[in-house]
Every structure is written in C-alpha cells, then in structure tokens.
C-alpha cells in the first residue's frame, strides 16, 4: 500500500461510465490511505456536454499543494489530467465492449431519475430514437473521446485522428488498460505492475434489471454509431492478451487470485451492502 513518502507515481484511473469502474474504484482505494485518494467531481455541465468533460479544467484550476497532494485520483476524467499534476503520474482504465456499454448507459439513464438525462430521455421511448436524437455523447464512441482527451467535439463528428490519439495516449500514458469483461485478469495486472496487494472484490453497481432482446437494426445502429470505439476496443483486447503473455506465471497468479477473493466474497458482500443500498436508493 501507497503512504505517500515514496517517489511512486500518482495513479489517475479514469473512470468511463458503465466499465465496471465502481468495483474497480473500491480495490484501488484500498492501496492508499485515505487522506492520500482524491475524489474527482467536475462541479458544473456545459449544455450539450459530459459531465466529465469539465473535470480536468476544475482540477487544474485546484491549488497546487491540492493537486500534489494525492497519490490516487478516481473519477470521471478525459485525458489531460496529468499536465495538472505537479508531480510524475500514470494512467489506468477499464475498457468494455462498445455495444454493451452503449446499451447500459441508455438503461442507467432510463433507470435512474437523478441522471442529468433522465427527463430528457423521457421524450425518446426507445433505443433508436435516443441515440439518433444526440442527446448523449455516451452513445457516440464515448471511450475514444474520453482518451483522446476531447472535450469540444459534436455528436456525430468524431474522427480517425481521435482514434489513433486514443491508441496512442494508451500506449504511452497508462500503466495497465485493463477490460470490464475480463476483470480478474486486469486486477492480476494492476497487481503485477503497481505491487498492488488487497485487490479482492464484489461487484458493485450491477443492473441486474431483466431486458427485452435488442433487434439487429438497432443493434447495427449502435454499432455504425461506435465504430472508433469498436475499432479502439478490439486494438486494446490484441494489446492486452499481449500483455498478459509476457507475465511469467500469470495463469497460475490469475488462479490463485480467484481462489483467495471466492474466500473473500462472503465477507466482501456484507462490507458491500452500504453501497447496494444507496444505489437502490438512487434508483
């Protein structure tokens, strides 16, 4: 665990929406005390915009000693954060498969009567009409934008330029892009390249809400939508099934670390409730 007198780096986990990033949250916040973990909440929302999307401009706008003062920051962030870091940082994600990630944002935002779209959302009764209407960035290739760092452009209008700046800010800057839809392997990464111990879990934040089946021509508009996305997931899978073939032993840490957070869950999950019954709440 982290506490602060050593020249480790400050870890920047940027939060995309929908990724599983609540549980992930939860283990990362357990490598550091408390005084040395930063919540980042953009306080205001540009018309039009994500929320995230002011979130590195109020953190650089923090004092200084502020800014130096964690040794993890968790939130909802594009890239750009570090250049407000007065000290060295990296990155960490959770990439999800586009698709499913689409989907579960519009049914949170349907879900949840305090989301900043949920009345709006009200005047769009289905899939097709809500991302066709460009009321939410989420449903336009919303993982390239958060890592390309764009923060200005339209529905609509996303380039092939974002998406090579989104490969190559993961190439560059973040220590381990992990993937929603195999977690146990991105923790036994996090672990490997951080030190990291205390990284069980239980999953928090799950919609377990059963769904009607979605039909091919939406599911082929959500796909013509989200294809830098697609493109940026399946380039982030190849680069992670890499790095996992270059850890000696991993499948051997991968079986030991499920064995050990099996033992955990029982536990975990009444540490767990609070956190299950504010969602609820919420809901």
């Not at 697609?230 to 073939?245: C, I, K, N, P």
């Not at 670390?257 to 969602?279: C, E, I, K, T």
Request: overall charge positive; aromatic content about 8%; glycine content about 6%.
């Amino acid at each position: 665990m982290g506490d602060g007198s050593s020249d480790d780096p400050t870890v920047l986990f940027l939060h995309i929406g929908k990724t599983a990033g609540a549980t992930m949250r939860r283990a990362l916040r357990r490598q550091y005390p408390d005084r040395l973990v930063m919540e980042l909440r953009a306080p205001t929302v540009r018309p039009g915009r994500l929320r995230r999307d002011g979130a590195v401009e109020h953190f650089a706008s923090l004092p200084e000693q502020e800014r130096a003062r964690p040794r993890l920051v968790v939130g909802h962030f594009t890239y750009g954060l570090h250049e407000a870091v007065p000290r060295p940082s990296t990155y960490l994600t959770l990439l999800r498969e586009p698709t499913a990630l689409v989907l579960s944002q519009y049914h949170h935002v349907r879900r949840h009567r305090g989301h900043l779209l949920h009345e709006q959302a009200k005047a769009h009764p289905d899939l097709r009409s809500y991302v066709t209407s460009g009321l939410s960035l989420e449903m336009d290739n919303s993982q390239t934008r958060a890592l390309a760092g764009d923060t200005t452009t339209p529905f609509g209008a996303c380039t092939p330029q974002m998406l090579e700046m989104a490969k190559a800010h993961l190439d560059s800057a973040f220590g381990v892009v992990g993937v929603t839809e195999r977690f146990d392997e991105s923790l036994v990464m996090m672990r490997e390249a951080f030190g990291w111990g205390r990284l069980r879990y239980v999953p928090i934040n799950v919609d377990r809400t059963r769904r009607d089946p979605v039909d091919d021509a939406d599911l082929e508009l959500v796909r013509a939508h989200n294809a830098l996305d697609l493109e940026l997931y399946a380039w982030a899978m190849r680069r992670f099934d890499e790095t996992r073939s270059s850890i000696p032993g991993f499948d051997d840490a991968l079986d030991r670390f499920r064995r050990d957070n099996a033992s955990y869950r029982p536990w975990g999950r009444l540490l767990a409730a609070p956190h299950r019954l504010v969602d609820r709440l919420r809901g």
